[in-house]
């Protein structure tokens, strides 16, 4: 078995992904981009692939969500993970030295508040990962990096502060992306996509349905439908597994009256997703 993570090392998607691999850090493999995790897992040289999806500071990773609108992988379980943000330079840096900024734009956003008020004037600078931008603070005097703890053991780095993140309920959601999801455990979560025809009460019919046959929905968040203005699709998460009678029979008849519905997999609730 190989699992699949969002990279380079040192990158918060390998901590989910440790989480998730029990500790088992062997099985791991590391892949550039999230379409890459995904590519992986659908060609199998990964049984199962863990990328991010929703922060609880700045919301949803949208290509995360228009990936797996176009993929055959499924959702076969969640990790939810406390972020820590810490900032860090080479070995003997000091706060006064530093002149850029480096992390990914998720990262910086998390922490906007507390860099203005740390190095006010500092110009802010975006890396794919915040691996990557540990790695650039690792080769450059005058380079600070947001990143994680991980990242400051794996490039050598001086951590200067802990806990940057604006609030401290600061969470990940990640997703466990297999061609398979997981079976019915008795706690489980059933991810959805669907089109909803542009007409008045058209969502709310929808929402009828879910009432009718007593599911919790636990989101709904509308994307728009690229290079259409004013189209949107809509991501549901609900309570409950697609096998369970309830959710089958509502999911039957949302689809008779969607566009379109697409199932992304049913997979055990992770403590603190929701």
Known sequence: MKLAYLGPPGTFSQEAAIAYAGGNMD????????????RAVEKKEAEAGIVPVENSLEGSVNFTLDLLRHSNVLIRGEIALAIRHFLLVQKGGQLGKIKQIYSHPQALAQCRQSLS?????????????????????????????????????????????????????????????????????????TSLLLGLA?????????????????????????????????????????????????????????????????????????????
């Open 27 to 38: 099985i791991l493999k590391s892949y550039p981009g999230i379409d890459a995790v995904i």
């Open 117 to 189: 008020g740390l190095l006010p004037g500092i110009p802010v600078r975006q890396t794919g990962s915040t691996a990557e931008a540990a790695r650039l603070a690792a080769e450059h005097p005058y380079f600070g990096a947001v990143a994680s703890p991980r990242s400051a053991v794996h490039y050598g780095l001086t951590v200067l502060r802990e806990d940057l993140q604006d609030e401290k309920g600061n969470v990940t959601r990640f997703l466990a992306l297999a061609l398979q999801d997981a079976l019915p455990t008795g706690d489980d979560k």
């Open 198 to 274: 542009d007409r008045p009460g058209s969502l709310h019919g929808l929402l009828g349905i879910m009432a009718g046959y007593g599911l919790n929905l636990i989101k709904i968040e509308s994307r728009p439908i690229r290079g259409v203005l004013g189209k949107y699709i809509f991501f549901l998460d609900i309570e409950g597994h697609r096998l369970d009678d309830k959710v089958a029979q509502a999911i039957k008849e949302i689809e008779n009256k969607a566009l379109f519905l697409k199932i992304l997999g049913s997979y055990p609730q992770a403590a603190g997703a929701s």
